[in-house]
């Protein structure tokens, strides 16, 4: 039965025929892309994308595909949780890829073994000073410190001195990169102890993401913080005169972001079991996409972490669908710009329509 | 209450009313405002007591938005002393002003488009649970939701689904979302900046309604409004602005219509305000 009391003055409202949520829609493409891949694997290879067609695994799914479906975008998914946050303030963090360079830099040098093969590790970055074989406990410590900072600076700058986030976190995209090289120069960092490479191993990045996804997702929709993050992308202004501290929310919402990209770098480079100045390339832009696809707006103010996982859902399935046609790496990338264009062209789209009809 | 206090919150020297401020809810004095080379507010001494109501009026860019801004801390004031319930008060921001007891309406509403009308009308200091989660602490919807449906009945606006986002809302649904905010909290004074611009007939009722309630209960409201009939009903007194400076303060039993517009446009000057014409 519809509840029909949520209107005041007399109208009421029948709930039963509320519109969908805008996540909706990304579900349904989600969906509408895995049809494509299953009905082209079929006509084209003779397989299935989705389902199980071996004779001697056991199941109706393909669930190695979806595994690896969930996992290839698991590690940039966590740093899109923090990117959507930022652009629902209607801000931007370009510097998310680079911070996980070199908080992966960093963060590995404390986490690596004395002995290899019963030989001492002298390439290890601490060796002479003592600094090898320590309890996991630092690494993360120190990996969590260095994204937190990074992500600290870059909100210091966006809230204090008024330069658009697109410059802050362009600048800090490139000087983490070039902490990243300094750190060792140039010199990859490997050889983790066990415990730290057990923090990425096997499908370890997909539960630290859905844990997090689910952490963030409760906490934009239920606490004061999430609140106030969609006010300041909705007008500035208006949560300024309600009483809102901008600045320093917006400090907070930075930092997070970078807290998070950290995070992903301790996930990479344990999976990696070394980490490298260059990696982390474009992720930054790649969790954007995410969230652009997942129906968040750039000017703010709209925007979930629900339609970002979706978004890096259909993100992976596209990865995946295009390997499974055999068709060149080049296609993906092709295919993933076009996609990102058409999702904005989508939306504003949308919202011209929606301001028409007011 | 001691009638001339001279130390602020934070018990430091601070400027003493030369006069005493007794029953003086707000008091500026010289209180000036420029934008680079625009004098938007010059040397403005102005004054309301407790429980009573006050309207400025002016014509457009005569400078009242502006004064209100300065009043609440949105903006900072190039120059001038301003005290509150018995305090000389300089506020950092908004939210100071609004936490000493200043609710106001701006006429930009301040309302953030992408939330629904009890998230708006809580904005800012919103019903919470487990405080102890700092900036994470939990907010109480349902607690909202039910104040909220109270706040707006009398206002009586009519709204069909207050889970709605208010971007496309009415103008006057909007106003009434604004100004059912500043009536839910109690407050030591009120500011509306034309509350009624954008109502019809009946909403405009009601909302005047309101303000006899207010007046009522004692609380002290600014009136900033163009409408004549609304400002000679509810207020005790008419302040008139012209090019930033105050040019008449007027009792309601001693003027009537004719002479407020007389005032406003210029035609005529308080002898006690003639530097300023
Ligand atoms: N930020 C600003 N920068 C420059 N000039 C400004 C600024 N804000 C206001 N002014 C100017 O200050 C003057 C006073 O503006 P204000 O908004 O206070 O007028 P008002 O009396 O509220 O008018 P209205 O009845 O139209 O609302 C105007 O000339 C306006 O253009
Ligand atoms: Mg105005």
Known sequence: ?358 | MASDIQTNLSGAEAPKSDTQLGDVILRTKGLTKHYGGVHALVDCNFEIRKGEHVAIMGDNGAGKSTFVRQITAVEQRTAGKVWFDGQYVEFDGPLEAREAGIETVFQTLALADHLDVPDNLFLGREKTRFDWLGPFRVLDYKGMREATRQGLEKTGVKIPNLSNTIQYMSGGQRQCVAIARTATFHSKLTIMVEPTAALGVQETEQVENIIRTLKEQGEPLILISHNMRQVMDLCDRIVVWRRGRVVANLRKEETDGQDVVAYITGAKTQPEYADAA
Not at chain 1, 122 to 150: M, N, W, Y
């Open chain 1, 1 to 358: 039965m519809a509840e029909a009391s949520h209107g005041i003055g007399g109208l009421t409202f029948d709930t039963s025929k509320r519109s969908l949520p805008p996540e909706a829609g990304v579900a349904i493409a989600l969906v509408l892309i895995v049809v494509i891949f299953e009905l082209l694997g079929r006509l084209l290879m003779n397989d299935s994308f989705l389902f199980n067609t071996r004779e001697n695994v056991d199941g109706l799914f393909n669930v190695a595909r979806l595994q690896i479906i969930i996992l290839q975008v698991s590690i940039i998914g966590i740093i899109a949780l923090g990117v959507t946050q930022v652009i629902i303030t209607g801000g931007i963090d370009l510097s998310s890829g680079s911070i996980v360079a070199a908080t992966a830099m960093i963060a590995m040098s404390f986490a690596q073994v004395g002995e290899i093969n019963g030989l001492e590790n002298t390439r290890a970055v601490f060796f002479e000073q003592g600094l090898v074989d320590l309890p996991v406990i630092l690494p993360i410590a120190v990996g969590i410190g260095c994204g937190l900072v990074a992500g600290l600076i870059n909100g210091l700058l966006v809230a204090y001195t008024g330069i658009p986030p697109f410059i802050a976190t362009l600048g800090m995209m490139v000087s983490a990169r070039g902490v990243a090289k300094w750190w060792t120069a140039g010199q990859p960092v490997s050889f983790p102890t066990e415990s730290y490479a057990a923090i990425g191993a096997g499908m370890m990045p997909v539960f630290i993401f859905a844990f997090l996804a689910i952490l963030f997702h409760l906490i934009l929709r239920h606490t004061v913080y999430g609140k106030h993050t969609y006010a300041i992308g909705s007008s500035e202004a208006a949560a300024r005169m309600s009483g809102i501290k901008v600045a320093r929310h917006k400090v907070l919402v930075y930092t997070i972001a970078g807290l998070l990209a950290g995070v992903a770098a301790l996930v990479l480079s344990s999976k990696n079991l070394t980490a490298q100045a260059g990696m982390g390339m474009m992720y930054e832009l790649d969790a954007i996409a995410m969230a652009v696809i997942g129906g968040i707006s750039l000017q703010g103010g709209r925007g979930s972490i629900l339609g970002t996982v979706l978004g890096a859902m259909i993100f992976g399935v596209i990865i995946s669908g295009f390997t499974f046609l055999r068709l060149d790496a080049y296609y993906q990338e092709m295919v993933k710009g076009a996609i990102i264009v058409g999702a904005v062209v989508l939306d504003q789209w949308r919202q011209r329509r929606a301001a028409i009809g007011k």
